[in-house]
Structure formats: structure tokens, C-alpha cells
């Protein structure tokens, strides 16, 4: 009798809470936390090629050496591991890097999110997808192109959270151009940590927006959590060709310093900012990774760091970037193998493109640099789902239709069921030959799971796509994300974390005038 | 002097001619009549898992059967070769047809073009681009979708001809549905034969149709080169689940007595036609295309013979076939080295989707039935360029995006370039940290070949795009194809065999009544 008097109660008491539980339950059967991969890495250099590009990075490590701007620290801490500091040249030892870098950064760490079942294990046979990251525009169907707001980005993490193939809520998803350069940082992580409970990362814009994403993550996770734990990775780029700035160090050096983990990623226009050669560039890459890597380990011996290459080919007309191409292509898969060999997880690829709308060359090009993303091993890939227009530009509708294909990849990475149901023999030899197997007992026993589902996808007989409009892929795109929005609901958070949270916030932003720098 | 006033008087005399040469030579310099891979094939199922795979084929072969439909010339060829014949159903003994093919068919073979410099060679690393094949319909941005002619045949031929990314005419490009069922084939292979001078496919409708395109290419090849050598490649679907039927092995038949080759090809829409996981479809397939490939040999031992898949899923709700998903790109890895393993060219893949227009679904799903075909080493490579709305339809616009596709599959085939000038070592040593490679001399140097440039994506910025009209790519495609028209000359061609040709087609035409059977 207890037992149901008191189920009504439950149900009253913690309604909304149990619902959102069983709904994410549900989710759970469907959404893995990242991707685990069962085939071999794609490899595109033989061990001898790879072994070149190893001994050119330790040649241009040598003999020109990394410029390390306005960057005391690193200049003080390189001279005394042996490099030879002269002004802000660096020149390594041959091997220097390579050797502190192996020595003591970790082959692969556990990004931990909110809510646990989220956390994420980045490094391995493992691939992590998070959204496009950067963008001052946003474009959708209807409101066509503006400059995105925190509506847009909160938009953003929340569509992250709601879809089940992207498995990390991203940062900067787009920049809330509508709120001052100086504080928008904390609206950004506040939108991340609140409106999702998946994994995040942090401000790199200035050390002070380092600090403050730590101590924001400290309020949520506790303090304890964050010496013995990564809550935060944050995206450290390089200033190539061979060339890392303060700013950017200075954020690397306050994550490494709470053992928060950074990637540190060589942004490369090949051809400008690098030879216009696929092992030029790779040669190049490697070593300014090798240097900004090795930086971080002085910081702190151990703290997590991830190999990073963005590498995009350019027009040799214009000037301007390209993407989806056969060389940028070629330069992750040779990254991807020199992560491995170093023994780092690899961020590279994503789903980029030049395009500015989501048209098929923006479909081309995203899968054109997903699959090599997926082939080649990449363990954290950002800019999986929404990037336009060489990153400008952050899409609704291209970011359903790119997370539509991580669930797509994500379903290869499982590879050929080889257990009694998937090799369906006794299928095949109880239906004989000429009988269609639409019937089959083992058909209908695999009918729920048998093939992936795309939710954009139109396959319909073309009778039927022209009387519901003739809509391409991207006009029903337009339609899913709004339904997801309209259907968002906020993961849990404890109240009075959150309370606190906002009011050290308001505290913050209190504590000086805004600004636009 | 003679020299001086020979030389107007041949430019006049053959003018046209060397100008085409010319042209020609100029395109040779770009073109490559097919691609050489330098990767390995990428593998999804270890020695193991293929070797059960490969099993599981041979206890279909044995426990199943094939039927051989109305086929009494399969039936004793197989009885004599010690399968077991029961009625129109053949059981074999497990590895027979694995023998039979390993023992004769070649491993790989040469396909003659009327230009020699088109000769394409099928099999081992080499892949070969041909158009699609099939479609009843055609669609263009301007008149939409209807029936395809003879008219757009031709077209497609030209554009097939035109592209330097496709290395093959193609056979049934589009339905010419103007013409009438049992003479279409007269003016599809003509069109081939004159309008084109690269390697194309033969009728399969009717085993009277596959010797009059044998007999055609006598015409223009010589009775004595098709003696000695393959210039017909021709597509033999099988009826799945595990049966081949009379018209189809007719077809076969024909080809292979006269040393021309043929595709043996399940056709599958997996879920339907085979059991809906990817192991028990590359089992089936695996067992039907092993019977086929089997009864070619015994019809002539030695004549050349393509393993072909063709593995879509479908979508469980509606029955339609989806394509660019996970499931058939599996299938396409699998059965790749299960071809590999035979020791037979493999045909599989291409740039399927079941949009009915190129937009964005269209070209995620080609370009992930591309990469798999590309990277699991395909032979042969039909429906390259142009397929729409799961084969039913030729787009003229798809047709340009997807052979931009192919010129990048051929790029990124060459792997990276590891010479001196790819290393691009002294390069970056010049050059130094913060300073742009624009104008370095490397840069200059390789300027003109350094990447893949796209004849259809859009890399301007936003706003160069918006005053050029914010044109999407399949816009921007439809005034590609119309340029590539317009501008079309055709190879040059014996007078006299052309007009032998069409005498004897004339004659054909005449000795019989048109019918739409």
C-alpha cells in the first residue's frame, strides 16, 4: 500500500527531475559518450616518410628555431632545459623537444564533464566531436547572415547538448559579439557549464580569462576536483610560421599550472603561412607543436596536452583559404600518424569548408575532411558540426546536417558485426534464392538498428519530396533545429552552485569597466 | 622555301586536326587516363574476419545454391565442372568456384580506348572513373526532371569526354527513352564510338544487343584487335538473393566468347535483396559474384571478368534505398579485399545519394560512398559522376560537382610528394619565424600546381560571393556544363569507318520492326 501511495508523491515531488532522468536514460541507449574506434589508423607515409618529416621538424627546430613573443617564462624555462635562447629566438637541441615531450606528457586523459556519464577520454582509439569554434557570424535560413550574439552561442550549446553525436559542448561556438571583449568570457563559460552538462572549453583570449574559467570550473567541480582532475581543455594556436605569442602562452601556461589540459595547434593557411607543399607544411607543423608541447610540460611536468594541426590549403589566385581539398587531406593524415608516434592525442580536421552557404560544396567539402577526421584517428576534432565560410561563419541548419554525419561516423567506427545475427547465415540459407528478405524473422528482429537513421536525409520517391514542397537538405535542416531548440530541456544543476556561480559573476563584472580589447 | 610555303598549306589542309592535337596534348599534360594509387587499401575486417566472411560464401554456394534461370548452357557448363545441378538450382562444392576463377581469370587486364592514350587498365592499384549508369531520368536547374533522349546521352558523353577526371564513356549514361527498346542500343554505342574516344560499355538488355555492340566495334577497332584485346567493358547485374538470369548470362555469354569483359555484379538494396547486416550482404554477395565470375571462365577460360558489388541500405520504415551511410561503406571495404584476396579487379562505389537534386544531402552521401571507394582501392568505378535520386536520375549539374570530386580523388591518390621540393626544408629554413611564404621563391615556383583547384567551389570572400549573386554550387555547376557543351569538339575519326558504321547500323535498324520490349 505504501509503495503506492507513495509513487503518486514521487512523481509530484521530483516530477520534472525523474522525467529528465528517464529521458536521459533513454538518450544513454543511443548516445555514447565519444567514439571508440576498431579499425587501424589510415596511414598515407610509410614509416621511412614518417621518419623524415620527424628528422626535417628537428632540423627547423635547430637551425631557424621558434620565436616566442614577449614570453619571459618560456624564454627562461627553455634555457635552462638546454635550449639556446637568443632574444626571443628559441633553437632546440635535435630531440629536445620530442624527448620532453615524451617524457612526461600522458598518451591519453579523461576530460571530465558535469555530468559524469558525459566525460569524455581523449587520446587512443578514441574520437571526441565538438562543435565549430570561432566564428563572429552566424547564418540560419530565415535571418540569413548577422554577427552572432550569446542568444546564438547559448543557442548553440544547448542544440550540442541536445544532439547525441556531439560529444563536447565546444567554447567559443560563436562570438557574442553583442557583449564587451573584456567580459564576455564569462557569459560564454557560464552558458557551457549551466546549458549543458557535456565536457567544455575554456577562454584563451587573455591569462586573466584563464584564470577566471578555472575558477568558475573550481566553483561547480569544487576545488578538489580541479588539482586532481581535467574539467577544462582550451585551444592554444600558434602564430605561424613558427612564432608563439604571449597572449596565447599565457593562457597555456595558467591552464598547465592547474593541470588543465591545452591544445596547442599550429593554424596553418598553406602557402602563407607555410610552403605550399603537404611535407613542408607537415615538417613545419610538427615542429612548432613539438615546441609549444614541450613549453607546456616545463610548466608542469605531466599536465595534459593535446597535439593540435588546423591546416587548410589556399587559392592560388586569390589568396583565399580552401578547404575539403586532397592536401589538407594528405597533411592530417601525416599529422595524425606523428601524434601517434610521439605518443600525444591528435586534434585535427573537422567539418570545414569555404562555403557560405550549406549547399554541396559545403556538403563536399565537411565530408571531404570529416572522413580523413575519422580515417585518420583524430581523437578530439572541433569545428564537427556548424562551420561556414572558411569559419567566419557558424550555421544552424549546417550544423544539423553536420552532426547528422558524426552520428554517421560513429557508426562506421563500430565496424562489421562479425557475431552469429550480423553474419545472418541462417538467414540467407533459410530464405533461398529469389525470395526478398523484408519478411525474414532475422530481418525483422534487426529492423530497429539494422542501418543508420539520418534525420535530414530525404529518401523518399521523388512523388512524394514534391508533394512536401520539394525541400532540399538544407530547408529540412532548418526545420530540425528549431524543433530541438523548442524541445531543449536544461540538465540539472544544483541550485546553490549555481547561485554562486552567478553571483561571483556579477562580482567580476562589477570589478572593472567593460571594454572592447 | 618549300618548307615555308608547305606550312599554310598544312595548317589549312589539316587545321582542324592539329589544333585538336594541340588541345589534346595540352589536356594530356593535366589529364591521366587513370589514377595509380600509392596508398595501401584501407582495411575494416582483419585476415580472420574475411576468412569467415569468405566461408560463409562458400556454405551459401554449397548449402543455397544459385539458380540459374532459364539458363541450360550454365546449368551443363557447371554440371561438367562438378557442381551439383538440381533443375535450374546449382549447389557447389565448397571452393569450386574460388578455384575455377583463381585458376583462369586474369588478375587484371588492359581496356582499349579508339585513342590508345585513354587505354585504361583495370585492377591492382589502379581505379578508373566512369559516368552513371542507368537512369531512366535526367534533371537540369533549368527544365527539372524528365525522361532522358538520345540527345542528352550525347550530351553526357561530351561532358564524359570533356573531363579530364573521367577516364571512361560509360555505357547506358542515361535511358534514351525517345528510342525505341530493341534499337536503342545501336545509336547508345554509336554515340560512344564517335562522340568520344575514351573506353566504353557494351548493351546487356539482350544477347542479340551484346553481339551487335561486338560487332560495332569490330567496325572500329578490326576484327584482329578484338581478337586479341578487351575494348568492351559490359555490367551483368545478378537477380539477389542468389539468382542470375537468362538475359543477363546471354549477355555475359556473348561477351566472354568473344574475349570481352564483363562485370559480374549483385545488385543489393540490403534489408531486402540480402539480410540487413553488413556481414550476411558481403557473404551473399560475395557467394553470388563467385557463381557468376565462375560461369564466365567456364564459358571461355581466361576472358576478363570485374567482381562487382553494388550495396545500398534502406530505410527501415519506408523500404527506400538510402545511400552515403555507414552499413554499404562497410560492405564496400569488405568486399574490396575480399576481390584482393581472389586475385580480380573489383567494381564497387561511385557518388550515390537518394537526393533528387544536388544539394547538400547529395553531396555528403557521394562523397561518403567516394572516399570508401577511393580508399578501399576500387577498380572500376561506375556512377562516378552524375547519379541522383538513387539512380533514377542523371543531373547535369551533379554530373560537374562529381567529376570536381574525382580530380580530387586523383590528387589525393599521388600521396605526398617527398622530393626535395615537398619537403620544402630550405624553404622554411629561408624564410624564418612570422614571415609569410607568399612571395617566397618556393612559393612562386609552385604556384601553378600546388593544390587541387576546384572548377566549382567558391572560395571568395562573402561579399564577392553576394555581388556575384550568392550563387549556391549546383548554380554555379549549371554554367559549367553548359560551357563544357558549347566548347566541345569531337575526337577525330576514320571517315570511312565512320561511315561503315553507320551503314551497318542503318541496315540493322531497317531488318527488323521497332518494339518497346
Known amino acids: 500500500m505504501s509503495d503506492v501511495t507513495n509513487e503518486p508523491r514521487a512523481g509530484r515531488r521530483s516530477g520534472g527531475r525523474a522525467a529528465r532522468q528517464a529521458a536521459r536514460l533513454h538518450a544513454a541507449a543511443e548516445h555514447v559518450p565519444f567514439i571508440t574506434r576498431t579499425m587501424t589508423p589510415v596511414e598515407v607515409l610509410s614509416e621511412e616518410g614518417l621518419a623524415l618529416i620527424e628528422e626535417n621538424a628537428d632540423t627547423i627546430l635547430e637551425r631557424v628555431g621558434v620565436d616566442f613573443r614577449d614570453a619571459p617564462d618560456a624564454l627562461k624555462r627553455f634555457a635552462e632545459a638546454g635550449a639556446d635562447v637568443d632574444g626571443e629566438r628559441v633553437r632546440f637541441p635535435r630531440g629536445l623537444c620530442r624527448e620532453q615531450v615524451q617524457a612526461t606528457a600522458p598518451r591519453d586523459f579523461v576530460q571530465h564533464a558535469r555530468n559524469p556519464a558525459n566525460d569524455v577520454h581523449i587520446g587512443g582509439a578514441d574520437t571526441v566531436f565538438a562543435p565549430a569554434y570561432g566564428s563572429p557570424f552566424v547564418r540560419d535560413l530565415d535571418q540569413g547572415r548577422r554577427y552572432g550574439t550569446i542568444e546564438d552561442l547559448r543557442n548553440f550549446v544547448k542544440l550540442a547538448y541536445a544532439s547525441p553525436f556531439l560529444h563536447h559542448s565546444g567554447g567559443t561556438v560563436c562570438e557574442p559579439v553583442d557583449l564587451p571583449v573584456n567580459k564576455r568570457h564569462y557569459d560564454m563559460v557560464y552558458a557551457h557549464l549551466r546549458y549543458s552538462d557535456k565536457p ?21 567541480f569544487g576545488a578538489e576536483t580541479l588539482e586532481t582532475k581535467t574539467v577544462i581543455l582550451s585551444l592554444i594556436n600558434a602564430n605561424s610560421p613558427l612564432v608563439w605569442d604571449a597572449t596565447m602562452l599565457g593562457a597555456a601556461k595558467a591552464y598547465a599550472e592547474a593541470n588543465q589540459a591545452v591544445i596547442m595547434t599550429p593554424f596553418i593557411l598553406a602557402g602563407a603561412m607555410s610552403p605550399a607543399t603537404v611535407a613542408g607544411t607537415c615538417a613545419q607543423t610538427l615542429a612548432e607543436a613539438l615546441a609549444g608541447m614541450a613549453y607546456v610540460q616545463l610548466v608542469r611536468s605531466g599536465a595534459p596536452v593535446v597535439f593540435g594541426s588546423f591546416a587548410s590549403s589556399m587559392s592560388m589566385q586569390s589568396g583565399a583559404p580552401t578547404f575539403g581539398t586532397p592536401e589538407p587531406a594528405l597533411v592530417l593524415y601525416t599529422l595524425a600518424a606523428c601524434a601517434r608516434r610521439l605518443g600525444v592525442p591528435f586534434r585535427s580536421g573537422g567539418s570545414l569548408t569555404a562555403s557560405k552557404v550549406p549547399d554541396a560544396q559545403a556538403a563536399y567539402e ?3 575532411t570529416l572522413q580523413p577526421t575519422m580515417l585518420a584517428g583524430v581523437n578530439f576534432v572541433l569545428h ?3 562551420w561556414l565560410e572558411g569559419g567566419l561563419t557558424m550555421g544552424y541548419e549546417k550544423f544539423v546536417l553536420d552532426a547528422d554525419q558524426c552520428g554517421m561516423m560513429a557508426a562506421f567506427a563500430r565496424g562489421v558485426d562479425l557475431s552469429e545475427n550480423g553474419q545472418a547465415l541462417d538467414a540467407i540459407v533459410e530464405n533461398g534464392p529469389g525470395q526478398h528478405f523484408l519478411g525474414s524473422a532475422h530481418t525483422l528482429a534487426n529492423f530497429e538498428t539494422a542501418f543508420y537513421r539520418s534525420s535530414v536525409a530525404d529518401n523518399n520517391s521523388v512523388e512524394q519530396w514534391e508533394s512536401e514542397g520539394s525541400l532540399d537538405a538544407a530547408t529540412r535542416a532548418s526545420g530540425v533545429w528549431k524543433k530541438m531548440l523548442a524541445g531543449y530541456q536544461p540538465p540539472p544543476i544544483d541550485e546553490a552552485v549555481d547561485e554562486e556561480l552567478r553571483d561571483w559573476i556579477e562580482r567580476q563584472k562589477a570589478s572593472f569597466p567593460d571594454s572592447n580589447v
Not at 200 to 220: K, N, Y
Open 366 to 368: 565537411s565530408a571531404n
Open 200 to 220: 567544455f572549453m575554456g577562454s584563451v583570449t587573455h591569462p586573466q580569462r584563464a584564470l577566471d574559467t578555472i575558477e568558475m570550473a573550481r566553483i561547480v
Open 384 to 386: 564537427a558540426a556548424g
